[in-house]
């Protein structure tokens, strides 16, 4: 028992570690942080959320810090945006767990932040290659799948791509009507910042780009999520 509860405050300790390094580069997204404090042990994979809070698993927390740790901010970036992008809420027919979290690490790559750059790994690479420039919605890159667009099984692309566990997902308005307000606020304080990340929650990777397009933010919201 003395080892778990100290493995668990280890990992509080990580978290909220990365959580301070993550609004350090992206600081639009400190209230969102904000809304996802620790609810519990995740039995599945190394991190979950439900959109009310988030939940890890100890021992492969601290194993994934090992290797690299922007391993691990990286992950809970990735978790922050599915909330953000309302993914544990709603449910679109026919996209899978795949096609949301290659949007989302697609919108991460994106950044090309150097404190969330992982190991060199081919398929990803060579999916990304594939995804082009212009950031995808989860529905186009279903049809992708769909389409054995990519040379790869959906075995080796999960493998690649999907590290949170989204067993805890389930549609919840009061939910997805929560973060539609944190997204729209971070939207409005990256607006006002222009200070470092460029994510901004609203499913594109660049903010600025779509306001250099002369693009509504909340439109943009709705076209992504």
Known sequence: MADTDNMQALGLRILDHCRLELTVLFPHFEAA???????????????????????????????????????????????????????????????????????VEQIIEHE?????????????????ALLGAEPLSSIRIQNLLDGNYFPYSREELTAAFCHDDHALWRPSPSLQSKWQHISAAAGGAKRGSGQRGRLAGDGTESVDAAYRKGRDYRSFLRRFT
Do not use: N
């Open 33 to 103: 942080f904000a809304a996802l404090p620790w609810s519990g042990v995740s039995p599945g994979a190394t991190i979950g959320t439900d959109g009310a809070g988030i939940a890890f698993d100890p021992r492969k927390l601290l194993t994934m810090y090992h290797s690299p740790p922007a391993a691990v901010r990286r992950l809970y970036l990735h978790t922050l945006l599915h909330c953000l992008f309302l993914h544990p809420f709603r449910v679109e027919a026919g996209v899978t767990d795949l096609a949301l979290d290659m949007a």
């Open 112 to 128: 090309q932040q150097p404190r969330l750059a992982l190991d060199r790994d081919p398929v990803r690479e060579k999916c990304f």
